[in-house]
Nanobody
Framework: EVQLVESGGGLVRTGGSLRLSCAAS????????IGWFRQAPGKEREGVSCISNKDGSTYYADSVKGRVTISSDNAKSTVYLEMNSMTPEDTAVYYC???????????????????????WGKGTLVTVSS
């Protein structure tokens, strides 16, 4: 059974940090691009960052560039999203998703549509208070 399980969400103050984790199982982790996406209330889901486990390449949305780092631990089949200098605009449900065909670039800019990625997690809520 394929699973993507997000964890690490919660409440943080403006300027604070969080590390989200996405634990994967049931597929060949090393052959997939893994992305983090978020959906704020009343807004469409958007790409935050993606990493290709095939070549290690990463891409970041302009809104988080310089504040966010994505990393992958193949031994643990887990992808992390380290977020710093957080603002209320970062408040959203954060999802991880996996796809066997997208590059990290394609994952970020095409992956937000549910059908565009092979697998999705159920999400973890991040709330940034002002």
């Amino acid at each position: 059974e394929v699973q993507l399980v997000e964890s690490g969400g919660g409440l943080v103050r403006t300027g604070g940090s969080l590390r989200l984790s996405c634990a994967a199982s049931g597929f060949t982790f090393e052959k997939y691009a893994i992305g983090w996406f978020r959906q704020a209330p009343g807004k469409e889901r958007e790409g935050v960052s993606c990493i290709s486990n095939k070549d290690g390449s990463t891409y970041y949305a302009d809104s988080v560039k310089g504040r966010v780092t994505i990393s992958s631990d193949n031994a643990k089949s887990t992808v992390y999203l380290e977020m710093n200098s957080m603002t209320p605009e970062d408040t959203a449900v954060y999802y991880c998703a996996a796809d066997s065909l997208w590059s990290s670039y394609g994952c970020l800019y095409q992956g937000a549509e549910h059908a565009a990625m092979d697998y999705w997690g159920k999400g973890t809520l991040v709330t940034v208070s002002s």
